[in-house]
């Protein structure tokens, strides 16, 4: 089982995921029309793996994001708390595959199963 990240960047992994975009080359956009209605999505679904400690803010000098590196999950995709902030304050290109499963499921986190090997394999690597 693979997750595909969404608005991870190999910054938040501090040379250990190289294969993860730059957030300075990220593309950017235009913000759907439904982006409140997405991120809403990714703060209710499930919290995989919550992290107590911060995170640097990747555009804000100085900042912090606490729980940036938590975990978070629909069964396919897989983001981090910090991406939650970077999504609503930066105009980044979200997968038109991740948009479109979240449409396709009315905005409403659906549920799986979070005890399966595989999937704790594959949630553990972005940690």
């Known amino acids: 089982m693979e997750l595909q990240p969404v608005a991870m960047y190999r910054e938040m992994y501090e040379g250990t995921h190289d294969e993860l975009p730059s957030v300075h080359t990220a593309p950017t956009g235009t913000v759907e029309p439904d982006r409140e209605q997405i991120l809403n999505y990714m ?10 400690g911060s995170s640097d803010h990747l555009f804000v000098e100085g ?3 606490e ?10 995709w897989i983001w981090r708390e910090d991406s939650l902030e970077y999504l609503a304050e930066q105009p980044l290109t979200l997968p038109a595959e991740f948009v479109d499963r979240v449409r396709a499921f009315d905005y409403t986190p659906q549920s799986f ?15």
């Open 63 to 65: 900042a912090d994001i």
């Open 113 to 127: 199963d979070t005890r399966d090997p595989d999937f704790d394999a594959a949630f553990l690597s972005y940690f």
């Open 67 to 76: 729980g940036g590196p938590s975990l978070y999950s629909d069964g396919v």
């Open 43 to 52: 703060r209710e679904v499930r919290a995989i793996f919550d992290v107590m």
